[in-house]
């Protein structure tokens, strides 16, 4: 994050369309150079999947602190995501996820994690903005994907915006939990068809975050088998 007090500064010199333009520029070469820098391949699937532009919201599942990195590299750059509020004493990482979009919240206040969510709703509705966010809440070790919990699905059901379901695999090599250092690795992920929002229309959270774990979940066991792999080659 070395680099992000020069970013902010550029952003905040700048408006409009090319305030929008420096933002996607920046953080989308950011991204991919974590890959490429350290010499990783990065598969991408389904590429045609990702919409032209917002709202939406990225549903994925979490394997290594660079999945934030890969959906910005590869899917949208100004996606924005929700953080614990602690992120926020790092050295303009606040700033940063604000910029982006995102929000910082106390995770011990429900108060403060329902005002996120009406705040990044009103981004989405008002200013086409794209969220991301992994419903297992922590990142996976042991490759399988986790229940997503129904809390995570409330910036969904009250938004009623399309959903863009992403499988990630590799990530884990690259950037293993509890390592700083950033290691080659073959990325893969699948951009899978938007959920369009009249597709869950009434569900409660939890018939939706069971829905979503297990298209996910089912995706990723296709990825890592090889089918989705041969099948994108035919």
Same mark, same amino acid.
């Given at each position: 994050m070395a680099y992000a007090p020069f970013f902010v500064r550029g952003v905040l010199k700048r408006s409009g369309e090319e305030r929008e333009n420096y933002i996607k520029l920046h953080v989308g070469r950011w991204g991919r150079r974590s890959f490429s820098l350290p010499g990783s391949d990065v598969h991408v699937l389904g590429l045609e999947n990702r919409p032209q532009r917002g709202p939406y919201i990225i549903v994925a599942n979490?394997?290594?602190m660079l999945d934030i990195t890969l959906i910005q590299g590869y899917v949208n750059a100004h996606a924005g995501f929700i953080a614990k509020?602690?992120?926020g004493r790092f050295f303009t990482v606040g700033q940063f996820? %604000? #910029?982006l979009g995102g929000e910082l919240i106390d995770r011990e206040n429900p108060r403060d994690a329902v005002m996120a969510i009406d705040n990044m709703i009103k981004k989405m509705?008002?200013?086409e903005q794209v969220i991301a966010i992994f419903p297992e809440g922590t990142r996976s070790t042991d490759g399988q994907v986790h229940e997503f919990k129904v809390g995570s699905m409330k910036i969904i059901t009250?938004? %009623? #915006?399309?959903i863009l379901p992403i499988a990630i695999s590799g990530t884990e090599k690259s950037m293993p939990k509890g390592s700083m250092y950033i290691k080659k690795a073959d990325i893969y992920f699948s951009i899978m068809p938007v959920v369009k929002a009249e597709t869950f229309d009434g569900w409660d959270s939890k018939t939706l975050a069971d829905f979503l774990r297990n298209m996910i979940a089912d995706e990723l066991k296709k990825l890592e088998g090889g089918e989705l792999i041969e099948r994108s080659k035919g």
């Open positions: 979490h394997r290594s509020k602690e992120l996820l %604000k #910029i509705k008002e200013e009250k938004a %009623k #915006i399309p």
